[in-house]
């Protein structure tokens, strides 16, 4: 990637969040609810993903990575039918490409094809799936970067194709904010260069196809997961390889 940074430095710095190419993962939720339903459940996450360059020139990069993730639901017993605690996984890979097609203008493109299941009995074709996004982001001045695109995933019930808008505003060398709707929105303070303060609201969403809960015995069907996270984050970057964050 020296090539690439080394021509598109300042562009990519500025319009991009940003985000190590390793990451470690650990979530806690308690009490969270069942939509439409009495109970409750506690959520405890844990995964990694990881991206990295494969082939790069000073005006394109592909990359390659992989990503994991296990979430443990653990539910109260006021949940109706009895059902049993579960853990669903998320295994997959992650293929990127990005070109400057101008100075001024990026256009990344994404696909993730993976598993997303309980594992109970093993992999199935029905656990089989994949994503993908076209993002382009236009650089208007040096501190306003414009961004459209179109994604493909489960972050909505009934809307895996959706278009993406968003913008980088770097307010001054301390304030930024982050918008990609209908993903995400963040506000980010810099008191110095290794720190980042951030404000933010995401939406995720996932579907998993499993086979096992009490109430319903080995019949397959699919679970939807759906978040709404406001959150406050810290970013502390202690050298150009390590960092922690906690929201």
């Known amino acids: 990637s020296g090539m690439f940074r080394d021509a598109h430095g300042d562009f990519l710095a500025q319009a991009e969040r940003y985000r190590p190419a390793i990451q470690g993962l650990f979530h806690a939720m308690p009490n969270g609810n069942l939509q439409d339903e009495p109970g409750g459940f506690d959520l405890l996450e844990f995964g990694a ?18 990503e994991f993730r296990a979430r443990n639901f653990e539910f109260d017993s006021q949940v109706r039918g009895g059902i049993e605690d579960e853990t669903l996984y998320e295994l997959g890979a992650v293929f990127g490409y990005s070109r400057f097609f101008t100075e001024d203008t990026k256009v990344d493109f994404e696909f993730r094809p993976g598993l997303y299941t309980d594992f109970d009995g093993g992999a199935h074709g029905d656990d089989f799936k994949f994503f993908g996004k ?19 995933n489960e972050d909505f019930d009934d809307a895996p194709v959706l278009p993406m808008a968003g913008l980088a505003w770097i307010i001054d060398p301390c304030w930024r904010v982050d918008v990609l709707l209908p993903k995400r929105a963040e506000v980010t303070w810099l008191p110095d260069a290794a720190t980042l303060l951030s404000l933010g609201l995401e939406v995720g969403g996932n579907e998993y196809h499993v086979r096992s809960t009490a109430g319903f015995g080995k019949r397959r069907f699919d679970v939807r997961t759906q978040e709404v996270d406001l959150y406050l984050g810290w970013t502390q970057r202690f050298d150009d390889n390590l960092s922690f964050l906690a929201r």
Request: hydrophobic fraction near 45%; charged fraction near 20%.
């Open 49 to 66: 993903n990881a991206r990295v360059p494969v082939i790069a020139d000073p005006d394109s990069m592909l990359t390659a990575g992989a």
């Open 134 to 152: 076209i993002l382009g982001t236009f650089r208007y001045c040096d501190d306003l970067y414009f961004k459209l695109g179109i994604r493909h």
